[in-house]
């Protein structure tokens, strides 16, 4: 049983299309994460959420918006791609800090976006 | 904000040795340093961590020390093994609430038969 899951692995599209990215857990969460991890390697927080409210919005340009239809769902839409969004995008869970187990982030296998 | 240091960026050790793996931080109010490891083609996947009140940390062949006053943490690994070859990164969590975590750049940990 795939703890977070990720869909689709792979997306492959032209410059100024619209993308989403879907990421579900069945860990029961509370809180998701988008990163992204460019050609580097380098991980970077894009945005979380916790029990479905934006908490954490970096510096992402508006092209990208998250939905958070309930607590196990976080999916990730991108309008008008541009070359430089092309990277690897990883959804993450974590137990909530209510809790103090927040800080485990389980992450999903990741989508590999690529815009030509 | 918090600022992650990672070094070395690529690591090449014999089968049996020992690694080790450094990063410093920015933040004196960052109060907990998890490890993450990265197969090729795989998400991160926590291996180790450890909070601002404790000083060393061990879980069999892996083992992280955190040093407060200085502001850095070191993962170790002993005898390294082929499956240790992954991309490993360091990451700092400041203050409370869903912050999400600062990573480090990574460590490309190879591992030489």
């Known amino acids: 049983d795939t703890a977070v899951s990720q869909t689709p692995k792979y997306l492959v599209t032209q410059m100024g299309n619209d993308k989403s990215i879907k990421c579900e857990q069945n860990?029961?969460?509370?809180?998701m994460y988008w990163y992204k991890q460019d050609s580097k390697k380098f991980l970077k927080i894009m945005f979380s959420y916790n029990n479905k409210e934006l908490i954490i919005n970096e510096t992402v340009p508006n092209r990208f918006s998250p939905k958070s239809p309930d607590k196990a769902h976080l999916n990730l839409h991108i309008n008008s791609l541009e070359l430089g969004d092309s990277a690897v995008y990883f959804c993450a869970s974590s137990q909530g800090w209510d809790r103090g187990f927040f800080e485990k982030l389980f992450f999903g296998s990741g989508t590999q976006l690529s815009v030509l | 904000g918090e600022n992650v240091e990672q070094h070395p960026s690529t690591l090449s050790v014999q089968e049996g040795d020992s690694a080790v793996i450094k990063c410093t931080y920015s933040d004196s109010a960052s109060n907990y340093f998890p490890w993450y490891k990265q197969e090729l083609g795989k998400g991160p996947q926590l291996i180790i961590d450890?909070?601002?009140?404790?000083g060393e940390k061990k879980d069999q062949r892996i083992a992280v020390t955190l040093n407060k006053t200085a502001k850095h943490f070191s993962l170790h690994i002993t005898e390294t093994q082929p499956e240790d070859s992954a991309v490993y990164f360091c990451?700092?969590?400041?203050?409370?609430?869903?912050?999400?975590?600062?990573f480090g750049k990574g460590t490309h940990l190879i591992i030489q038969p």
């Open positions: 990451a700092a969590r400041t203050g409370g609430g869903a912050d999400g975590l600062t």
């Open positions: 450890i909070r601002s009140n404790v």
């Open positions: 860990l029961g969460h509370d809180t």
